[in-house]
């Protein structure tokens, strides 16, 4: 879905496309969990018992990588450090992630990081399953490093795709997160997903708008 964006089809066609591939992944994601001798995950919120009370809300952030070097993690940045420690409890969950530095990057900014790289999709969803997690935010979508057998197996409650231009055309996302830039009025009929609208920009990317203005400092002259 996501080349497909890059040749002059109708917004019709490409939803059509992505739905495709949508059906394909939830086909792929139900064969996995047969072959495993598990047709379901257990998930959260059919699990026998007393529910999991919870102080803080629990949110999973899953992605290819972390790395600081990528131009989109400086952006999600901004949200982490937005999410107070006492009320979220912030998880990253990364299947393409090695570089040491890296890990370390991702370590000093959230609570709580997981490296899932020798991981098959199903075992990245009982990982996420296994947090016990309110939402997943999911930041690949259609991207060519997209692994969306992972959503397609509904490891959690709620499930939100962010940071991709475009919706997940039914493999297993709940929530769409968006704006009315990307995402004009006229073509809202075209993302499968309840949307969520973040107005004026979806991405938290404005650094002016997050941090306070420093106070000038005085120039002071080495030259007497």
């Not at 040749?7 to 059906?23: E, G, K, Q, W, Y």
């Not at 020798?118 to 990245?124: A, F, H, P, T, V």
């Not at 769409?176 to 075209?190: A, Q």
Request: hydrophobic content about 40%; some cysteine; charged content about 20%.
């Amino acid at each position: 879905p996501f080349l497909a964006m890059s040749f002059p089809l109708s917004p019709n066609d490409i939803l059509a496309i992505t739905r495709a591939h949508a059906r394909l992944a939830v086909q792929g994601a139900e064969l996995e969990r047969q072959a495993a001798g598990s047709q379901t995950l257990p998930f959260p919120v059919l699990r026998s018992g007393p529910p999991v009370v919870s102080r803080r809300l629990r949110v999973v952030y899953l992605g290819a990588t972390f790395a600081p070097d990528k131009l989109m993690n400086g952006f999600l940045r901004d949200v982490w450090w937005r999410h107070p420690a006492s009320k979220v409890e912030v998880h990253c969950v990364a299947w393409d992630m090695q570089e040491e530095g890296a890990r370390a990057w991702i370590r000093e900014q959230v609570e709580n990081f997981h490296a899932a790289g020798n991981m098959s999709d199903l075992g990245i969803a009982q990982l996420v399953n296994s947090i016990d997690a309110h939402l997943l935010v999911e930041l690949v979508g259609w991207y060519p490093e997209q692994r969306s057998g992972i959503v397609a197996h509904r490891p959690c409650r709620v499930q939100s795709l962010y940071r991709f231009i475009g919706g997940g055309g039914g493999r297993g996302d709940d929530l769409y997160v968006t704006d009315s830039t990307s995402l004009p009025p006229e073509l809202v009929g075209l993302v499968d997903e309840k949307l969520v609208f973040l107005q004026p920009l979806y991405l938290a990317c404005g650094h002016a708008r997050t941090f306070a203005r420093a106070p000038a400092r005085r120039a002071t002259s080495r030259h007497r």
